[in-house]
């Protein structure tokens, strides 16, 4: 899709209180590996609490943010933030402004809904965390680990995020990059 070295390889990662802690700490590091500059923005910006109570600090606050100047918009799991993610009408303005650009939209876990609610699915296939695969459209789920349709990406729970990040780092920088990336880090 685009060079790591590029201004539109910048990635937005929205998270809020309650994330899934591998989630979040996994795709943000894989990417960055990859060369890609990550901004993980929240609500209020400032420190968040994981689902697990692990603490991170926001760079930036959601509507400061448009969701068009990203290559892509990626959204971690964690029932609290994904519920969060789906009501917050920045949250969701931004994944309306990243589909109309034509970015790349990932979301894993329970964060698939915040996709669904922003009406950015439109019958891609997808997958989540079963808890809220009754949510999604059923007749484009899936059950596989990690699904691509297109501009979405999607993907099942915590042990599936190193598999999540390095089909992000694929679609945004190529295969070349994406096996750069998961060699030293011994993925068979």
């Known amino acids: 899709m685009n060079s790591p070295t590029a201004p539109a390889a910048r990635v937005l ?3 809020a209180d309650g994330f899934e802690e591998i989630e979040l700490v996994t795709v943000v590091d894989v990417l ?3 060369g890609l500059a990550v901004l993980l923005a929240s609500p209020t910006g400032g420190s968040l609490r994981g689902a697990h109570d692990l603490r991170v600090d926001s760079e930036a606050r959601w509507r400061e943010l448009r969701g068009g100047d990203f290559a892509a918009l990626v959204l971690p799991g964690g029932m609290e933030n994904a519920r969060t993610l ?3 009408p920045d949250a ?3 994944l309306r402004e990243g589909d109309a650009a034509g970015r790349l939209l990932a979301a894993i876990c329970a964060a698939p809904v ?3 609610a922003a009406g950015v699915l439109r019958g891609a296939a997808c997958t989540s965390h079963p808890a809220v695969q009754a949510e999604l459209p059923a007749a484009s789920y899936r059950t596989a680990r990690v699904v691509q349709d297109g501009r979405i990406v999607t993907s099942r729970g915590p042990g599936t995020a190193l598999e999540f990040a390095l089909a992000l780092v694929k679609a945004l920088c190529g295969n070349e990059q994406a096996a750069a990336v998961a060699a030293p880090m011994l993925v068979a």
């Open 13 to 15: 990662v929205l998270c």
């Open 32 to 34: 960055r590996r990859a």
């Open 86 to 88: 789906e009501r917050d």
């Open 92 to 94: 969701q303005r931004l």
């Open 114 to 116: 915040a996709l669904q």
